[in-house]
């Protein structure tokens, strides 16, 4: 019964959402992919509807993609039930929402362990990094195609934050990550769970005092517009985890599953690529609308990397020693 209402739900969001099944020919079979991001310019958003492009043209006449932004089909706390129960094929969610599923993806939340995206690009492409797409296949049934990256994250708030102790009592929105989490309380302030498409709205009516963030999210949500001001902390990467079902793969032929899985690295290494550029076109996007970037002193950046440190401490038996000293050395 769960499952009827879930389709049920899926066909009236999409129909009132205007993304109907009319640009599929007859015969082929549509593949639904879901994600919570909106815009244009979103390295997410791009890199998705490239997918779609290169499917819909190349495997002509047996796939179909249809994407559905935005959280128009389903949000945060929806898509992964939705994924299990065949309502959706593909997911792009962040790497923060994995908690309930693996301790692994841990990894990426930690504070500083990245110094930029290219040291992230790295390390997904390592033997341990790879290893992790395919993490939660046996009790899951999830396998990721690829790593999209989105960008490095920076701290805004009602005020600005030039150093740990000006977000004291402060409430944050984060993402369900007990990393995100511990991170904000080391912080002494207060960390918020909720989904992404409430964020604005939290952030307008005070329930929530900050949010952590990358540019392109920043801008294309207008964050800035219910903010003080942004930092340049560069504390955690924000990363999704380009994914499907085992059953939906298992599903295509070898001839078809092979195709569609080359098409998907593809679009995942010139997302990547390029996704630096949309990063620093988004960052010069916010100052153009009117929005306020803190740069901190070497010296201030330091005492936010202090802080922080403990975290690593707190999740190394859970993430394992050797997967952050993999991902550190990257």
Sequence with gaps: MKKISLALTSLALALSAGTAAANCDSGERVVKFSHVTGGT????????????????????????????????????????????????????????????????????DLPFIFKDMDHAIRFTNTKEGKALLTEMDEYAGFVGLGYWMSGMKYFSANKPLMVPSDAEGLKFRVQTSDVAKQMISAMGASP?????????????????DGQENTWSNIYTKKFYEVQDSVTETNHQLLAYLFMTS??????????????????????????????????????????????????????????????????????????????IKAAAGA
């Design 246 to 323: 085992s059953e939906f793969l298992s599903s295509l032929s070898a001839e078809d599953r092979a195709q569609f899985v080359q098409i998907a690295d593809d679009v995942t290494q010139q997302a990547n690529e390029s996704v630096k550029a949309k990063e620093a076109a988004n960052r010069a996007n916010i100052l153009k609308a009117g929005g306020k970037i803190n740069s901190l002193t070497p010296e201030q950046r330091q005492q936010w990397v202090d802080t922080m440190a403990p975290v690593w401490t707190q999740f190394e038996s859970y993430i394992g020693k050797d997967l």
């Design 41 to 108: 310019t979103h390295p997410k958003v791009v890199a998705a509807n490239n997918f779609a492009d290169r499917v819909n043209k190349e495997m002509n006449g047996k796939l179909c993609v249809e994407v559905f932004p935005n959280s128009t089909l389903f949000g945060d706390s929806k898509e992964l039930e939705a994924l299990l129960l065949g309502d959706v094929q593909l997911l792009a969610p962040s790497l923060s929402k994995f908690g309930s599923y693996t301790d692994k993806y841990g990894v990426f």
């Design 192 to 208: 918020q769970a909720m989904a992404f498409s409430e964020v604005y709205g939290a952030l307008q009516t005070g329930v929530v």
